[in-house]
């Protein structure tokens, strides 16, 4: 064979290589675009909901729906604080990288978000309830107006009392069924973040009290009305299902269903436990997700990000080259049963209240929390806000209780004082209960969080110490500015 034929043979092998490609890319073009609904509950324990155990709170719409998805039972917030947790999983990065790590702060500018990811590739990305993210020109979301508005007898009495109206959101998935473009609907509710209904559809003597909190009448009654907004929440889901069904986009559609951080309860929002930085994650794929199914597998809302593009376009976005989150497409197509190995979490604060800076390692077995300043006595709005019932209606009988009740007085005292390191065994104690840090059988364990922190924080560009810089005294509560 000549030179010349063997250049013949290998342009027609690259020829055909190229035809193969091209014939491939043809085919991926072909396919039917997914659409993908993402909806997000406000404030919303894990453990508070029917799919993940919970036997007293009524979720029937969230209990059938999980019954044809996958349910995660190792999710997590990227932060224990809406701002933080909603800007890390529409940025794919922790909340240190994006700017947006103080509650109500707005991400870096030049940071890429989730909408931007998806309108390139043809996708209408439409926002419907609590936006709570900034600043907007970041966010090109296409808004579903009039979904916010107030609730019926407290049209004066502020954002708080907002609620989630789908009307609009049923007219905009009408409008997309006589489309032939793709979409992404985010639907964020605004229960059951405080304040909770006044009258609670639930007998409060049959009310579950976790042991982490104490048990009183008054705790019973503001649980009961947490689990009733919880009802509520449940109630809009189901309409939102219906709707997709309604237009025939049931077949063709993923739905994510998740929450921002753990409830305003003790040791739930505003901190890293698990109670405040676990979360809900279930996912309906059709022929794709095997219905009923759980996974240990275990995530980050900084994963969702990549996870999204991914169902849309068939691969991981590559701008930023290095975001934090990581495609779990392999876990939903039962590919693999595993994903991560550690993920991390951070807070900051909160205003002038909830100033406790912390970070967080959590792995399957083990939890290693570092408080930056743990001389701060604790105090969230739990305990101390008065504009609004979120803690203050049961707190003065966990004050008397403690004087008579010896875990109660361990929960206070718990809930005021933090060290400076703590660590958990989840599997022997998944209340997170028994500080093990000053255990010298764990200090092997705990120098290897110690340089895991130590590398992450630097990478993350985390540089807090929690030494106060400067105390600002207006007349409010003391604010804190950390270096």
């Not at 073009?29 to 659409?35: A, H, L, M, W």
């Not at 219906?242 to 077949?251: A, G, I, N, V």
């Not at 876990?331 to 967080?360: C, I, W, Y």
Request: charged residues 25%; hydrophobic residues 35%.
């Amino acid at each position: 064979m000549n030179r010349f034929t063997c250049k013949g043979v290998i342009l027609f092998i690259l020829l055909g290589c190229a035809l193969l490609v091209n014939a491939g890319r043809k085919i991926n073009r072909d396919v039917s675009p997914v659409n993908i609904v993402l909806f997000v509950a406000d404030d919303l324990g894990a453990g508070d909901t029917g799919p993940y155990g919970n036997l007293v709170v009524r979720t029937p719409n969230l209990d059938k729906f999980a019954s044809e998805s996958l349910l995660f039972s190792a999710a997590f917030a990227g932060s224990p604080t809406c701002s933080p947790s909603r800007a890390a999983l529409f940025t794919g990065l922790y909340p240190l990288r994006n700017g947006a790590h103080a509650n109500h702060h707005g991400i870096k500018e030049g940071i890429k978000t989730l909408p931007v990811y998806l309108q390139q590739f043809g996708y209408s990305v439409g926002f419907a309830g609590k936006l709570h993210v900034g600043p907007m020109k970041a966010f090109p979301f296409e808004l579903i107006h009039n979904t916010n508005i107030p609730e019926p007898g407290h049209e004066k009495d502020g954002v708080l009392w907002t609620d989630l109206n789908l009307e609009p959101v049923d007219k905009w998935l009408q409008e997309k069924s006589e489309s032939k473009k793709p979409f992404m609907l985010i639907v964020n509710d605004h229960s059951p973040h405080v304040i909770w209904p006044e009258k609670p559809e639930y007998e409060f003597e049959k009310i579950d009290i976790p042991i982490i909190h104490i048990d009183t009448k008054e705790t019973r009654i503001a649980r009961a009305r947490y689990y009733t907004d919880i009802s509520k929440m449940d109630k809009n889901i189901g309409k939102l299902l219906e709707s997709l069904r309604k237009f025939d986009f049931e077949k063709n559609t993923v739905v994510i269903f998740t929450a921002d951080q753990g409830p305003q309860w003790a040791f739930g929002k505003w901190n890293l436990y698990d109670y405040g930085i676990q979360v809900p994650l279930i996912v309906r794929w059709p022929e794709v997700v095997l219905p009923g199914t759980k996974t240990e597998a275990m995530v980050s809302l900084v994963d969702l990000l990549p996870t999204v593009v991914d169902i849309a376009v068939g691969k991981i976005p590559d701008e930023p080259e290095n975001i934090d989150g990581q495609s779990f497409v392999a876990v939903l197509k039962g590919e693999k049963a595993q994903h991560r190995e550690n993920v991390f979490a951070t807070h900051s604060g909160d205003g002038t209240m909830n100033q406790a800076p912390m970070r967080m390692i959590r792995t399957k077995r083990y939890k290693y929390i570092v408080n930056l300043a743990p001389s701060i006595v604790y105090n969230t709005h739990i305990n101390l806000a008065k504009d609004h019932d979120g803690g203050y209606q049961y707190w003065a009988s966990w004050q008397k209780c403690s004087f008579s009740n010896e875990h109660a007085a361990a929960v206070l005292w718990r809930y005021h004082n933090r060290p400076e390191e703590e660590l958990y065994d989840i599997q022997s104690d998944p209340d997170e209960w028994h500080n093990l840090a000053k255990n010298p059988d764990y200090e092997r364990i705990l120098e290897e969080f110690r340089l895991q922190m130590k590398d992450w924080r630097q990478k993350q560009g985390d540089s807090e110490t929690g030494v106060f810089a400067e105390i600002k005294n207006t007349g409010e509560p003391l604010q804190y500015i950390f270096k």
